[in-house]
């Protein structure tokens, strides 16, 4: 009958050598190392319990059996060892070595136990029919303290992939609670052996106790794929990528949200509580083109211009999530924070399209905004005038008082633009000492009344240079409007040619192309 019991063992021992093989395969994965520690103490255990089986004499028995110590002592440290490398624990697995002196003492004591007798008083043979011969061991106090050590570091085990499953994400919590009640099964059943079964002829195979543990391990190696994308390194990027995550079901309820998006949402959109269960068009109502991405059953992105409560720039990609069969379950949005970039980018476009003297638009940047708004006025059937305007004798003013007075001169003249001038005109230095003004929703009419307005104002702004000089600021001006025109560059030649009209006359005035 004896039989029975060697198919049990060998058939259980080829099992765990197949799961062995499946965790060398993937050894550099976390978790792996440690869960074939396991299976090596499991193997010693579960042989030597064999071989103690089949020992003809009691001295063999009791050598057999002082081998499974080696095996029923470390496997709580596997255990302890699995959970800190499975939950990437990197301060604890430090410590690992340091548990290692209690159970190594004790297999030392173990095996010298024939002469110090401190871990057992005796032991009996027991004799089944089915399971065979078996030893019953009577410990010493130090044993009994010794043996209630393995329990406790197996109890450690459970309280860090406790601890483990309340970190991380519900999805993967099911997956860390199958290695929790992997690991607890083995001492739970190895107890009630230890309890009920000590002492009697039933000696139940020590690896038939592991396999029930062996096997949700496999399962949750197949299934979850433990091994194949750890949990921690999932958890991990969700924590600290520098890019929010929200995730959000199919009815537009948020499920999770990273330490990223937190941060974001506080910052850019005012949110500080927690936004876990709350819809999306309840906390982003103002942005309808985010919400229906989230709804759409489809990759999207956009980027929202925020300006409270403070100026920021998000990007946001919107990816749909679908179960194994291809159902729409919801979303997660990716949002990253580009306003250094796009501050970067404006400053840029700023300084290509900006006079550095004066800040007003340069020539290309006015050419490109006055052929835009043309385009638009001619569409709607609306006036728009544009004004050329050139300082007189600002040449003498450059040679007689030198390059930093005429910069002065032009810098002055920008400002007073900028103050005679609506804000929704358009104003630029084409170069040197000429000036560009378009004048939108504006006939030659009023562009005369405006361009008057500005003669007078320049004649009335004096620039002193010392206690007995100043520049009196004083122009001509060219004006034409869009009837009749083709291009923007057309009408600026007209305003250009209407200007030295101004000019060959008295000076100091303004004319009208076509007049």
Known sequence: MEYGYIFIVGSSLIFLFIVAIYAIKNINVAGSKAFLFQIICVSIWSVGSLLEMLAPTEQLMLFWRNIQQIGIFLIPVACIYFAADYAQYARLKKYIPLLLIIPVLAIILIFTDSTTHLMRTGYIVSYNSFFGKALSVQQTLLGKILVSNNYLLAFGSLVILYRFSRHVTKALRRQVMLNFWAIGLIFILAFLKSAFLEGTDVNIPI????????IILFYNLYKNGVFLVSPIAREKVFDVVEMGIIVADRAGAIADVNPCAMRLLNTCFAISDTPNGKAMDSLFPDYPDWLALTGDNRIGELELSLLTPCERYIHIKVFPLHSNNGMFLGSVSIMSDVTVVRRQELALKKRAETDTLTGLMNREAFMSAFSSELEKSAAAESHISVLMMDLDKFKWINDTYGHAVGDRVIAEFADLLKCTLRQEDAIARIGGD???????????????EIANRIIQAANGRQIPLDDQTVIQLKLCIGICENPGATSADEILKRADQAMYCA?????????????
């Open 207 to 214: 690896v038939t106790i592991y396999l029930p543990s062996s």
């Open 503 to 515: 000019k060959n006359g008295s000076g100091n005035s303004f004319a009208i192309w076509g007049q």
């Open 434 to 448: 000429e000036f560009a003004a378009m004048l939108r929703n504006t006939d030659r009419e009023k562009a005369s």
